[in-house]
DNA sequence: CAAAACATGAACAGATCAGTTAACTTCATC
DNA sequence: GATGAAGTTAACTGATCTGTTCATGTTTTG
C-alpha cells in the first residue's frame, strides 16, 4: 500500500470512528467506507486496536496542528494567544459535524487501566497541557504548570458541554473564566 | 417483578454499564450477573436502550442526592457549599471503581442527534445547573445563571480528566479557579 | 385446591463482530 | 516473458450481538 493510500485509509476511518464510535463502527464497514479490503487492511494493522492508535496519531497530530495555528492567527501575544483558544474553540463547536472531542470519547470507551488507547488520549492532553504551560510561562504567570491545567479544565469542560448540548456559548462562558486566570 | 427485584436489577446493571461501557456490555452478561433471566428482562424493557434509559434515571437520582448531601455535610453557607462541591468530587474520585461521570459516557457513545440517551444525559447537565444557580444566587451572586454554567465547566474537566489521568489533583485546580468565581 | 400470572433455562433466530484463508489480478523488476 | 510482492474479492471461521420462542417450573391469588 502507498504512502497516500495508507493515509487516506486512516482519515476515512477517522471520520467514522468520530461519528459512529468506536465499538459501533465495524471492520466491515471501515473496509467499505475506505474503499479498502479488510484483507488489505489487516496487512498494515494486525488489530483494529492498532487502527485506532493510528487514528488517534493522526487526530492528535491534526488537531494541536489547526488549534495552536488559529490560536496563532486570532492573537499575537502569549497572552492572547491563551485566550483566543477559547474563541478557536467556538469556531470548532460551530462547525458541521463536530461531535465533541475524539480522545475523551476513546478514553470512555476503552477505560481499561492501562490500555493503550486510553493511554495514547492521556498523552494528548498532555501535550496539550505542555504547550500551555510554554505559553503561560511567556505571559509572564506566577505558576504557568498550575494555570495551564487550569485551563485545561476549562477546555475540557466547555467541550464536553458544547458536545451534549448543541450549543456553543459553552466557549465564551469558559473564556470568561480563563480571563480571570491570566496575568494582567 | 417486585419492585424490589426490578431495583435490585437496574442497581447491577448500572455497575456493568459503568465498568464495561454500554456497546461493550452484552445482555446475556447482564442477565447472568443480576440473576435475572434475559426472558424477563425483556419482558419489563422492551429494549436494551429502554434498560440503558432506567439505569441513567437511577444514577441521576443518586448521584445528585449524594453530591448535594455531602457538600451539604462539608459546609453550611452557600459559597462554602458550592467551594465543597470540589472535595466532594474529590472524594469520589478516590474512591474504588472510580471510572469519570456515566452520563459523559452516555452520551460518548449515542451521539446521534435526539438520541434518548444522550438528552437524558443532558437534562442530568441541566439539573446540576439548575441546583448551582440556586446556591449561586443564595450567595449573592451578581449574575447566579452564569456561575452556575462556569462551575459546571470546571466540574466537567475535572471528571473528565481525573478519569483519563487517574489522578484526583483535578479537583482541588478546579476548586480555585472557583474560589475567584464566587463573590467574597 | 385450582387458575392466572409470572419466571425460568435453553434453544433459536438473523445480524454483525474481529480476524483468516484461498484463489485471482496487477504490476514493477530482473 | 518469468518471478514475486502486494493488491484484490469473497467466502469462511467461531464468537457475540439484540431480541424471541417455547416448554417447564414456581408464585400468587381467588
Known amino acids: 500500500m502507498s504512502q497516500n493510500k495508507r493515509a487516506e485509509l486512516i482519515r476515512r476511518a477517522l471520520l467514522l ?24 487492511i489487516y ?16 487526530r492528535d497530530e491534526n488537531f494541536r496542528n489547526r488549534l495552536f495555528r488559529r490560536m ?7 497572552k492572547a494567544q491563551l485566550l483566543a483558544m477559547f474563541d478557536a474553540l467556538e469556531e470548532w463547536f460551530l462547525e458541521d459535524g463536530f461531535k465533541g472531542c475524539m480522545f475523551i470519547k476513546a478514553s470512555a470507551e476503552f477505560q481499561e487501566q492501562d490500555n493503550a488507547i486510553n493511554a495514547q488520549a492521556y498523552a494528548h492532553k498532555r501535550m496539550l497541557v505542555d504547550h500551555f504551560e510554554d505559553l503561560a510561562a511567556k ?29 456553543e456559548s459553552a466557549a465564551q462562558e469558559a473564556k470568561s473564566v480563563a480571563r480571570l486566570l491570566l496575568p494582567v
Open 17 to 40: 470512528f468520530y461519528r459512529n464510535g468506536f465499538h459501533a463502527t465495524g471492520m466491515d464497514l471501515v473496509a467499505k467506507e475506505t474503499g479498502v479490503s479488510k484483507t488489505s
Open 72 to 78: 496563532e492567527e486570532l492573537a499575537d501575544t502569549p
Open 139 to 167: 505571559a509572564g504567570a506566577d505558576d504557568p504548570h498550575a494555570l495551564a491545567r487550569q485551563l485545561l479544565l476549562l477546555k475540557e469542560g466547555a467541550i464536553v458541554i458544547a458536545a451534549m448540548s448543541h450549543s
Open 43 to 58: 496487512k498494515h494493522f494486525r488489530t483494529k486496536d492498532e487502527l485506532i492508535l493510528a487514528v488517534l496519531r493522526l
